[in-house]
């Protein structure tokens, strides 16, 4: 006659004619050499699993490795033929100094970090520099023409990013006025055909016009940034319409870049489709610039969230969420 043994398994009563704890794993039809046992509290080391005898009552645990997290495809982003994590970009201006723009960019959890081309300071060669405090190594630098006015002084700043770090993703935006900081859609197009010609990935700063956008497209941007305000005005996203005209029309990413100025405007893009946000003043000009990249981080992620969610239909009138039928 048998001898059954009662035992339970991750959980699970189970009656076993195994002797040891190998014969139970055999049983299950698993490999012993790819799962990890822990009998009775006690983790059972491989080599040694037939000679740990079962008894009536013990209590097993037997895992193996399985792909972690919830079972979902991570949520990344591609652009030109690049994969990132993160949906949020950070710019370098503005911060008190580099360690707390290295801090903020952190807690922000960026993958990527806006970066102006400057003259080298040659009077103190050995001055802290932006790559002693954010690892270009650890984090992507998206050189930009911040303060280019023309298409052929963005040009020949990129050309000479390229040739410092060997950028070819970069970011282009071609100013019209100092005033408004509006970019001057003639250059910019201009500008964005030769980078494109010359080998390079621009993602490119416009105005929120979804025409505009398609024509910076096939002149070759990999990325359309359309403004949702003016730079560095923290009034947020003022023309929702037009933002998601451009997501509905584009085949490349859509980032709201400049005049978001607090979580709630970083949600909104979002919402609205967009791939990512990119900011700099909001987060840097913060009372708590550390305490605000996180915020923006979460905000970016709610966003995000609601906008493949699918949000409920607006309605003109109230509509129960409980039955008015069968009240007492």
Not at 21 to 43: C, F, M, S, W, Y
Not at 54 to 83: K, M, Y
Request: with cysteine.
């Amino acid at each position: 006659m048998t001898d059954l043994r009662t035992v339970t398994v991750n959980g699970e009563s189970r009656r076993t004619s195994s002797s040891d704890v190998a014969a139970l794993v055999r049983e299950l039809e698993l490999d012993p050499q790819k799962v990890a046992v822990e009998h009775n509290g006690t983790i059972a080391p491989r080599s040694h699993l037939g000679e740990t005898p079962l008894a009536d009552g013990d209590v097993l645990e037997i895992v193996h490795f399985v792909g972690g997290g919830s079972g979902q495809q991570d949520d990344n982003w591609e652009v030109a033929g690049r994969t990132f994590r993160s949906r949020l970009i950070v710019g370098t201006g503005k911060y008190a100094d580099f360690e707390q723009n290295a801090a903020a960019v952190e807690a922000a959890g960026a993958d990527i970090v806006t970066v102006a081309v400057r003259r080298v300071n040659v009077s103190d060669p050995k001055a802290p520099m932006l790559t002693d405090f954010i690892d270009p190594k650890k984090v992507t630098y998206l050189p930009n023409t911040a303060g280019c006015f023309t298409a052929d002084e963005a040009i020949r700043t990129l050309r000479l990013a390229r040739e410092a770090g060997g950028w070819d993703l970069v970011k282009l935006e071609v100013l019209g006025e100092a005033r408004t900081l509006y970019p001057d859609m003639r250059e910019t197009l201009r500008a964005t055909e030769t980078l494109a010609k010359e080998g390079f990935y621009p993602m490119v700063y416009c105005v929120d016009d979804p025409i505009a956008a398609k024509q910076l497209e096939e002149a070759g941007a990999v990325a359309i940034m359309p403004l949702g305000a003016p730079i560095g005005s923290g009034l947020g996203i003022q023309n929702r319409v037009t933002i998601r005209l451009i997501v509905e029309g584009a085949k490349v990413p859509v980032l709201v870049d400049a005049g978001v100025g607090t979580a709630s405007d970083a949600a909104v893009g979002m919402e609205l489709g967009c791939d990512g946000i990119l900011m700099n003043t909001a987060i840097a000009e913060a009372k708590d610039p550390i305490r605000m990249a996180r915020a923006m981080k979460l905000a970016v992620q709610a966003g995000r969230d609601a906008y493949l969610s699918g949000r409920m239909a607006t309605r003109k009138y109230a509509d129960p969420s409980s039955p008015l039928a069968g009240l007492i």
